[in-house]
């Protein structure tokens, strides 16, 4: 890839000037269409919140239920991809009324101080412009979480067939899901909100823990990941997604995992009183990637779970990386399922026994 790197630098740049130039053409001659003022689950601290989001052309898109019609499915899913981006838009955060502007693609990242709080907190969101003709102010509300002063360790997890069920060892069938269906309709694997809320409450049941996601899946799908992890119960934690695009970094495979691991660094380092757990899958880098996290961190890593979902010829090389893992001193653990995470979980005092109980009465019966 690296000798087709300048080629895909100036494609990316040709793209970037003939959106920009048609978002200019359109603003000038008043084409624009509603501007979605689309906010992201921020994190922070007790001195500082992030707050991220998008602004993009064209209607929200509908969450769809369990008998939507593919077709449907389909069309919704074509227009998370093709929104048009609203470069250069100005949007004010928070009571202080910090201005930031959106990048090429329509994103923002804002950092305010903080007023000492903890747990959810919402900042508020103001459009300042662009806006389509007869727009009205538009307005949004960012969530940020703040951990807990007593939380006793956050929780880092994968997405896609660690959470959800993706098929992501199957470009096919990978594609067939985000085409086809919408939140209602994806799978959860069993037991799993279960699971991730007796780890949030943690040994003492006092529900303090925060759970933070990272995936290599983008950004155009957050308000499917949103909404899929509220229809399933499981708990709600800002959203690490990358950007797809055209771009040398985006293209390279590679790089999803210096995505995931600098995401975890950077939890790591803006939270130094919390160890983590993490959990992902052996379907791609998610092994590799938090054995570099233990190496890196020592000391922070609690314990790693690894969701068993690799093919035969993947398995070796998953088991000889939790074992360095374990000889690293951090517990490892390939687990088959929900149960065996929670009993394992159980065993290195990170949940208690009515948080096993329930993930165990979870499954369904056989």
Same mark, same amino acid.
């Given at each position: ?55 993009? %052309?064209?209607?929200?898109? %509908? ?25 250069? /838009? ?98 959860? &694997?069993? /037991? ?47 959203? &690490? ?17 210096? &995505? ?52 035969? %010829? ?28 929670? %009993?394992?979980?159980?065993?290195? /005092? ?17």
């Amino acid at each position: 890839m690296s000798s087709f790197a300048p080629l895909v630098r100036f494609a990316a740049a040709v793209d970037d000037l003939a959106s920009v130039t048609w978002f200019r053409w359109k603003l000038r001659h008043g084409r624009l269409e509603p501007v979605r003022l689309s906010p992201y689950r921020g994190n922070g601290t007790t001195a500082s919140w992030t707050v991220r989001g998008r602004l993009v %052309e064209a209607s929200a898109v %509908e969450h769809g239920s369990e008998d939507e019609p593919w077709w449907r499915n389909a069309a919704t899913a074509v227009r998370r991809f093709v929104a048009a981006d609203v470069p250069g /838009g100005l949007v004010r955060a928070g009571e202080d009324g910090v201005e930031v502007v959106t990048d090429v693609e329509g994103y923002f990242v804002a950092e305010l101080p903080a007023d000492g709080r903890t747990g959810w907190i919402d900042v508020p969101l103001e459009l300042l412009g662009p806006t389509a003709p007869g727009q009205q102010t538009v307005r949004a509300s960012a969530p940020v979480l703040v951990p807990e002063s007593d939380a006793e360790f956050g929780i880092i997890s994968d997405l896609d067939d660690t959470v959800i069920w993706s098929g992501i060892t199957s470009t096919l069938t990978m594609l067939k899901l985000v085409l086809f269906h919408n939140a209602s309709t994806r799978t959860p &694997f069993p /037991g799993v909100g279960a699971l991730y809320r007796a780890l949030q409450r943690g040994p003492d049941d006092k529900g303090r823990n925060p759970v933070f996601y990272v995936s290599s899946s983008p950004w155009n799908l957050y308000d499917l990941l949103e909404r899929f992890l509220e229809l399933h119960d499981i708990p709600a934690g800002p959203l &690490f997604l990358t950007d797809w695009g055209l771009d040398a970094g985006k293209l390279m495979r590679e790089e999803t995992k210096a &995505f995931k691991l600098n995401r975890i660094g950077e939890l790591l380092a803006t939270y130094p009183e919390l160890d983590f757990v993490l959990i992902g899958d052996s379907g791609q880098h998610d092994p590799e990637i938090y054995e570099q996290a233990v190496i890196q961190h020592p000391g922070r890593i609690r314990a790693v779970y690894i969701r068993d979902v690799a093919r035969d %010829e993947r398995d070796a090389q998953v088991h000889t990386v939790a074992e360095r893992m374990r000889i690293a001193g951090v517990p490892t653990l390939l687990m088959s399922d929900s149960p065996a995470a929670a %009993e394992h979980a159980r065993s290195e /005092g990170l949940l208690s026994e009515a948080g096993l109980t329930a993930v165990q009465e979870a499954l369904p019966s056989a």
